[in-house]
């Protein structure tokens, strides 16, 4: 008896740990920050069929006229985002994107990031690979969306959320 419920207690532990991530799981990663107002995270989840699922979360933060969007996307939500770490694109940011759109490959705690710099608009897009894939409906990304913040201070807050702990939760989406 006490072999069947150990091992019943070992399958139910074994199956939480398996358990797929879903959009409320994601919340804790898009923290607070200090001085800056936050909305609520929001957040879908959206099973398709037997395996094709779509997570995503997000919050807003504003501090004055400065504007943040994070977001984590996985599955067919995060496909346009592939694109930007393709063999392709990569071409294009080593031929330069242009005087008032500074394009950048870089690591963001050692997780491969593109950045997007326009100098016009005052605003920076930060996309970080959170996966180990870019195998569509597989690729899990977390974006950042700056307006009115100088590079330096968007890198600062970016190091400030917790991409090793993201990436592995993307593991489970």
Do not use: C
């Not at 990569?90 to 330069?96: E, F, Y």
């Not at 491969?112 to 996309?127: C, E, G, H, Q």
């Not at 969306?145 to 593991?171: D, K, L, M, Q, T």
């Amino acid at each position: 008896m006490r072999i069947l419920l150990a091992s019943l207690v070992l399958f139910m532990m074994v199956s939480a740990a398996a358990h797929a991530a879903d959009h409320r799981d994601l919340f804790p990663l898009l923290i607070d920050l200090p001085g800056w107002d936050a909305g609520e995270p929001t957040g879908v989840t959206i099973t398709t069929g037997t395996s094709a699922r779509t997570v995503t979360a997000e919050r807003e933060y504003t501090k004055g006229d400065k504007r943040l969007h994070v977001v984590i996307l996985s599955g067919d939500m995060a496909g346009p985002v592939t694109v930007y770490f393709s063999p392709q694109f990569n071409l294009m940011i080593s031929t330069g994107a242009g005087k008032d759109l500074v394009v950048r490959s870089l690591a963001v705690k050692g997780r491969p990031a593109r950045v997007f710099i326009d100098r016009a608009n005052r605003s920076i897009n930060l996309y970080i690979l959170l996966s180990r894939t870019l195998e569509p409906g597989r690729a899990v990304f977390m974006g950042f969306s700056f307006e009115n913040v100088g590079y330096n201070e968007a890198i600062s807050i970016v190091n400030r959320f917790p991409i090793h702990r993201a990436s592995r939760i993307a593991g489970r989406l």
